[in-house]
């Protein structure tokens, strides 16, 4: 199945194979995405182009300077003619929320998704209201260079499970998407090919692939490793630990695995634990930028030998 949906979100995105497959990754290991990169080349693509592959409910946000926090929680209203208090959902209420340029709004506003995306709802006027399971937020942002951004705070950063930059297309992929999209929108002809009770059935085989104690040990000590390098002044929180151990989960179950080897996490290091370390200053003057930090102390974490 999870075959099946790369498949249906590359007739949109073409030549992006690793970023499909880490975007359907994070889906199953029911965590958030952020998608990072310069304007135009297929963020908001991506993010429509896999919440219509699932037949789920799918609500887009475009964060703007003027977006109240109630735009996407929710407000109560009063009603008239029942003279009570009546809920009138926001943004988040759906399966798969599209936040669009996410660092465009304040952050105040930007805020607003801490509590839904750490606990999975939302509470307005001291009503707390809980959001349908699968439940993923894809955000789109463009890099904290850009002209009228805010860059998101580490506790909203720390909430996204993996970041991904899409990159330019090669020529051979822009030539097509030329030919392709010219005319029409690929998207108008996407059809579902699963749908939410499907998706929630694949979360819960993630949830029960299995994590030996020597690697939920390599998975701390690659965390640990960045708490205490002189080039970061801020490592990977526990919840980052937490993030890389399910998704590792879940990049094993599409590899056809029910177990989770060194290798997944480690190849999983870079798009779940970067977005979350901020460089010293000492590291940023010296041009050291924390992907390149990152992979040098992933290099000195020993890999754990297989047991036989």
């Known amino acids: 199945m999870a075959g099946r949906i790369q498949a249906n979100v590359e007739k949109v995105i073409e030549g992006k194979g690793e970023v499909v497959s880490?975007?359907?990754?994070?889906?199953?290991?029911?965590?958030?995405?952020?998608?990072?990169?310069?304007p135009g080349v297929g963020k908001t693509m991506?993010?429509?182009?896999?919440?219509?592959?699932?037949?789920?409910?799918?609500?887009?946000?475009?964060?703007?300077?003027?977006?109240?926090?109630?735009?996407?929680?929710?407000?109560?209203?009063?009603?008239?003619?029942?003279r009570e208090f009546e809920f009138r959902p926001g943004g988040v209420f759906a399966n798969i929320v599209i936040g669009d340029e996410i660092n465009r709004a304040s952050p105040k506003t930007q805020s607003a998704l801490l509590e839904c995306m750490g606990e999975r709802q939302v509470t307005v006027d001291n009503v707390t209201y809980h959001l349908e399971s699968p439940f993923m937020v894809i955000a789109t942002q463009n890099?904290?260079?850009?002209?009228?951004?805010?860059?998101l705070p580490e506790a909203q950063r720390d909430r996204?499970?993996?970041?991904?930059?899409?990159?330019?297309?090669?020529?051979?992929?822009?030539?097509?998407?030329?030919?392709?999209?010219?005319?029409?929108?690929p998207l108008d002809d996407?059809?579902?090919?699963?749908?939410?009770?499907?998706?929630r059935k694949m979360c819960a085989i993630v949830s029960h692939v299995h994590v030996s104690d020597t690697v939920q040990?390599?998975?701390?000590?690659?965390?640990?490793?960045?708490?205490?390098?002189?080039?970061l002044?801020?490592?990977?929180?526990?919840?980052?630990?937490?993030?890389?151990?399910?998704?590792?989960?879940a990049r094993a179950a599409l590899h056809r695995r029910d177990y989770v080897l060194p290798d997944d996490l480690r190849a999983l290091v870079q798009p779940v634990l970067a977005h979350r370390l901020l460089p010293s200053a000492e590291a940023a003057i010296g041009g050291r930028n924390v992907a390149a930090i990152l992979e040098g102390i992933a290099a000195q974490v020993p890999v754990p030998e297989p047991t036989s």
């Open 46 to 82: 991506l993010s429509k182009a896999l919440a219509r592959s699932i037949d789920s409910t799918v609500r887009r946000v475009q964060f703007t300077p003027d977006l109240l926090p109630s735009d996407i929680t929710g407000v109560s209203v009063y009603n008239q003619s029942t």
């Open 233 to 249: 002044v801020l490592g990977a929180s526990p919840r980052a630990t937490l993030h890389l151990v399910r998704a590792a989960k």
């Open 190 to 199: 996407l059809e579902p090919v699963t749908d939410s009770a499907e998706i």
């Open 160 to 185: 996204f499970m993996a970041r991904v930059s899409i990159g330019y297309p090669v020529p051979a992929a822009e030539i097509a998407m030329l030919a392709n999209h010219g005319a029409v929108s």
């Open 143 to 151: 890099p904290v260079e850009m002209e009228g951004t805010y860059p």
């Open 22 to 38: 880490a975007a359907i990754v994070v889906l199953l290991a029911e965590g958030h995405l952020l998608l990072e990169d310069v």
């Open 217 to 231: 040990r390599y998975a701390v000590a690659l965390t640990a490793a960045t708490r205490h390098s002189p080039e």
